[in-house]
C-alpha cells in the first residue's frame, strides 16, 4: 500500500505537490549482469535510497534559502517543461521527475558549484552515510530501451551509452513491450542501481527519429540533459492533447 506525505506549496495560481513515497512497488532495482542480490537485499536498498532522500527533502524544508530556491527551480523547471497542472493526464511523473532534477542536477546559486543535495550530503557528519550519499549522486540520469522480458527479469538498455541492465522486477513494467523507451535515473546503491519513483515512457513510434537525435548530443552530454526536459515537454502534450498527431507534438526529428 502506498504511503504519499503531501505538502503543499503555493505557487502562484496553483499548488504543487511535493511527494514523498515509501513502499515496496516505489522503485526498481537493477544490475548489469543477472548475479542479482535476494528480495531482502533489494527491500534494503530501497530503504536507504528512500531514506537519504527523505532526509534531503527534510534539510531542504527546514533552509528558508533553500527553499526559496525550491521555487525559483520550480520557475526554471516549468519555463522548459510546461506548467505543471494538477489533474492533468502524467502529472504525478512530471512532479516526481522535477523532484530528482531539483535534488540532484539544479546547481545552487551563485557558484553553481553544488546542488541541493550535494549540500545535504556535506552536512553529514557520519562517514559511511556520506559514502551513500556520494554514490547517489553518481546517478544515471538517461533514455532507456525495454528491450525483452526474460524469466525473472527484463533487459533495459541505456540509449546514450549503449550499457545494457538486468531488471529483476515484472510487475510494474506489466504491458510494457519490446522497444518502449523512456526516461529515468538510476541511483548506484550496494552494488546495485535503484530506480527513481518515475518513468516517463515516450511514444514507441519516435523510436528511430529518438536514436537519430540522441547520436546528436553525443559529443555534448550537458546539452544531452537538457534534451530530456525538452522531451517532458512533448511528453506533457502527448498525454494531453489526444488529437494532435504525435510527430506534430515530438518536433526535434524536423530540426
Known amino acids: 500500500m502506498l504511503a504519499f506525505f503531501f505538502q503543499k506549496l503555493s505557487l502562484g495560481n496553483f499548488f504543487f505537490d511535493s511527494i514523498f513515497l515509501n513502499h515496496m512497488g516505489a522503485f526498481f532495482f537493477f544490475r548489469s549482469d543477472k548475479n542479482l542480490p535476494s528480495f531482502e537485499d533489494y527491500a534494503g536498498f530501497q530503504e536507504i535510497l528512500n ?20 521555487l525559483q527551480a520550480k520557475e526554471e523547471y516549468v519555463a522548459i517543461t510546461g506548467r505543471l497542472n494538477e489533474g492533468e493526464e502524467g502529472y504525478l511523473q512530471r512532479i516526481k521527475a522535477f523532484l530528482i532534477w531539483f535534488l540532484f542536477s539544479w546547481e545552487l546559486p551563485p557558484k553553481m558549484e553544488e546542488t541541493p543535495f550535494s549540500r545535504f550530503k556535506n552536512s553529514l557528519s557520519d562517514q559511511k552515510e556520506k559514502e551513500i550519499a556520494a554514490a547517489m549522486e553518481k546517478n544515471i540520469h538517461s533514455l532507456f530501451l525495454f528491450e525483452k522480458k526474460a524469466k525473472n527479469g527484463v533487459h533495459v538498455r541505456d540509449l546514450f551509452t549503449k550499457k545494457r541492465y538486468f531488471l529483476a522486477h515484472l510487475e510494474s513494467f506489466d504491458g510494457f513491450e519490446n522497444g518502449f523507451w523512456f526516461e529515468t535515473r538510476l541511483f548506484p546503491v550496494e552494488g546495485a542501481y535503484v530506480v527513481a519513483d518515475y518513468i516517463i515512457l515516450h511514444p514507441k513510434s519516435l523510436l528511430k527519429a529518438i536514436g537519430a537525435q540522441i547520436k546528436k548530443y553525443q559529443p555534448h552530454p550537458k546539452a544531452f540533459f537538457g534534451f530530456l526536459l525538452q522531451l517532458q515537454n512533448y511528453y506533457s502534450k502527448w498525454k494531453n492533447y489526444k488529437k494532435i498527431d504525435v510527430e506534430s507534438i515530438y518536433t526535434f526529428h524536423r530540426k
Open 51 to 70: 531514506r537519504k532522500i527523505e532526509a534531503a527533502e527534510q534539510f531542504i524544508s527546514n533552509d528558508p534559502t533553500l527553499s526559496k530556491y525550491l
